[in-house]
């Protein structure tokens, strides 16, 4: 089992559509999740981190937590064809160096 | 606003021959990170520092790469006799201690023939 999960897409939603990005994570030691935005042949964008339980809302952009199902999710409101990336859901785990642990990412894809 | 800088973006070399990669993370960010992705996957955890202390290395780390942070700033990544399978995207990030959230350089792109 990975330790975190996505599904590939890939993921099309018409224009002003909500897209719903999913994630699953193995370590009940993580503690910080973030969500990045990668362009094809570009690096990785922060766009949302959340750490409590819960949504937690920036703009057209939510995050949602739930620790005890080890689920993360990000919810794109009015989506734009500018937002078609590839979405990567990256955890902490307490303890170690910090680093981030990725998924493998969702192809998104906003159909104008 | 000066973000993470990576040099060069892209790398071309032959098999066998030895690279390096530079990072300047994000002034006064501590922490910085070197990670590797290859198409498809998400980045992977090369090593970690804090400051000029090398504190975590991956098992993805092997013998032949070695990086390094002098004085605490630039960060240099060495692959030495490369192969074909270290053909990726090398990333830098860097974070200030206690803030949590890493920021990515552009990467450098290696290619080994």
């Known amino acids: 089992q990975k330790e975190v999960e996505q599904n590939s897409g890939p993921l099309s939603v018409p224009e002003g559509a909500i897209a719903s990005l999913n994630c699953t994570y193995s370590?009940?030691?993580?503690?910080?999740f973030f969500w990045y935005r990668q362009y094809s042949g570009k690096s990785p964008e922060l766009i949302m981190f959340i750490y409590s339980n819960g949504d937690k809302e920036d703009g057209r952009f939510t995050a949602q937590l739930n620790k005890a199902s080890q689920y993360v999710s990000l919810l794109i409101r009015d989506s734009q064809p500018s937002d078609s990336a590839t979405y990567l859901c990256?955890?902490?785990?307490?303890?170690?160096?910090?680093?981030?642990?990725f998924g493998s990412g969702t192809q998104l894809t906003v159909l104008p | 606003d000066t973000g993470v800088s990576q040099n060069p973006r892209h790398k071309i070399t032959k098999r066998g021959q030895n690279v390096t990669f530079r990072c300047d993370p994000i002034s006064e960010h501590n922490r910085l990170y070197w990670y590797r992705q290859t198409l498809g996957q998400g980045p992977e955890f090369l090593t970690y520092?804090?400051?000029?202390?090398?504190?975590?290395k991956s098992r993805l780390l092997s013998d032949r790469f070695s990086a390094e942070r002098p004085k605490g700033s630039f960060s240099t990544l060495e692959i030495q006799r490369t192969e074909q399978g270290d053909s990726a995207m090398y990333l830098c990030?860097?974070?200030?201690?206690?803030?949590?959230?890493?920021?990515f350089g552009p990467g450098t792109r290696l290619t080994v023939l």
């Open positions: 990030a860097s974070e200030i201690g206690g803030r949590d959230t890493q920021y």
């Open positions: 520092f804090q400051n000029e202390a090398q504190l975590e």
């Open positions: 370590d009940r030691g993580s503690q910080s």
């Open positions: 990256a955890v902490k785990v307490r303890g170690s160096a910090r680093q981030l642990t």
